[in-house]
């Protein structure tokens, strides 16, 4: 894939994803083992959960009768809120501040608010295509950003992932050396669906190059409180200061509460970032003029799930996926020791909620008909197979190349939907060694 086009490469991983999204929901059933979806590891806090419970005991409800004698029901809490309510804004400006110097001055930033962090990259993009701005995005990436950006109509420079998917600040600067003419760089912090996330020194190299080159960033930190390496804690882009710079004057960060709080239906994100800078970006225009504001219901509980969530939860969300993590990894040697040599490989994670597994043990197997040549088909068969079905992730949706057999795995499966899932990755491992014996 060297020679192709950078821009037709993200629309063709974002056409990929869509298809692969639709298969999947055909045969999303009973008799599938889901180890696909991206929600929380845990349940909300019981704190979180309360807040929920007594909104919905109070939902404002009306009854309107038409010429026609036809009920009309409106749920006030249902209709997207055009402002941030001041409680939010606070709650929002105040987690934020955790992660800053201690001289943070929270009165030159601003905050905006929309229905996910999807929505909000969108609107970040619908900026860059206005703009005619080429964005910079590194793959292994989030599918949904890709098609964020198809359906504003943005241009992406995605630039293929290294072997092991990781984006060092070697790798950015050498895109950016190839590309002198991009302005923005999108990344995840930590990343989708790699895990990886970034040291200190490593952030302070990104903001020279950002000071040097005249960049802006925009950092995605949606798993910023799942990051399970106890010794290398998480720190945020915007925090960092570099020859006496300040990184937060440079960077537009993006987070929401539905990964790290268990809410995943909540659909609640924001974006912070400097004052001046937010003001170019129109990200408000873009919500007001869509249905992507956030509801009253849904600002509520973000209200409740970040200033009353205590750090408890977070430790517990990173235990379990800690240790859904090693589990996997137990049951690849255990696949790989009935195997007779190493079939599958697992990835080791160091945070988020995703974890990937290499298949390329695997390559130009025949099964059914079909040869084992790409993470398409290997994910096609664990879906279809009789004998028991399990849905993963096709990583190429994210990147990477699909010859490479990578699928995507999600740590946050329930602990029995993960034994399940392994059990029937290992029947058809098995029986794809017979088949070709």
Not at 130 to 158: D, E, R
Not at 300 to 323: F, G, I, K, M, N
Not at 416 to 433: A, C, E, P, T
Request: a negative charge; hydrophobic letters at 40%; one cysteine or more.
């Amino acid at each position: 894939m060297a020679d192709h086009d950078n821009q037709s490469f993200a629309q063709e991983v974002a056409e990929r994803g869509t298809q692969v999204y639709r298969m999947l929901h055909l045969y999303d059933d009973s008799d599938c083992v889901n180890l696909y979806h991206g929600d929380g590891a845990l349940p909300p806090h019981p704190v979180v959960r309360n807040a929920l419970r007594s909104v919905a005991d109070n939902l404002e409800i009306w009854d309107e009768t038409n010429e026609n004698s036809t009920s009309i029901e409106l749920r006030r809490y249902r209709v997207p809120n055009l402002m941030t309510i001041p409680a939010l804004h606070e709650a929002i400006l105040n987690d934020f501040a955790k992660f800053m110097p201690s001289d943070f001055d929270r009165t030159t930033v601003t905050v905006h608010t929309a229905c996910g962090v999807t929505h909000l990259a969108a609107a970040l993009l619908n900026h860059c295509r206005k703009t005619n701005a080429t964005v910079l995005m590194f793959a292994p990436t989030y599918t949904s950003f890709l098609f964020s950006a198809s359906t504003v109509g943005c241009n992406i420079h995605l630039v293929e992932p290294m072997t092991d998917g990781m984006v060092t600040p070697e790798h950015i600067e050498r895109s950016l050396d190839e590309n002198p003419e991009i302005k923005t760089v999108f990344l995840i912090n930590p990343n989708n669906p790699t895990g990886q996330y970034y040291t200190k020194h490593e952030l302070e190299k990104i903001a020279r190059l950002a000071f040097t080159r005249n960049l802006v960033v925009i950092c995605d930190e949606i798993f910023h409180k799942l990051v399970y390496d106890e010794k290398n804690p998480f720190i945020s882009l915007a925090s960092i200061t570099v020859d006496g710079k300040p990184m937060l004057e440079r960077t537009v960060t993006l987070r929401s509460v539905s990964k790290d709080h268990g809410l995943a239906a909540i659909r609640s994100g924001y974006a912070i970032g400097p004052k001046e800078l937010m003001d170019k970006l129109s990200i408000n225009w873009f919500t007001f003029g869509t249905t992507f504001n956030v509801d009253d219901i849904a600002q509520y509980v973000t209200v409740a799930a970040l200033c009353y969530t205590p750090d408890e939860y977070y430790r517990a969300q990173q235990d379990l996926l800690r240790h859904h993590r090693d589990l996997v990894i137990a049951l690849i040697e255990d696949i790989n020791r009935t195997a007779g040599y190493e079939v599958l490989r697992a990835a080791r994670p160091s945070a988020g909620i995703f974890q990937i597994i290499d298949g390329s043990g695997l390559r130009n197997y025949k099964y059914h008909g079909k040869v084992l040549d790409s993470d398409i088909i290997l994910y096609e068969l664990l879906l279809q197979e009789e004998d028991g079905r399990v849905a993963f992730f096709p990583a190429s949706c994210g990147g990477y190349n699909a010859s490479d057999m990578k699928l995507r795995l999600t740590l946050s499966s329930p602990e029995s939907d993960i034994k399940l899932g392994m059990k029937r990755l290992n029947d058809f491992v098995q029986k794809l060694l017979r088949f070709n014996r």
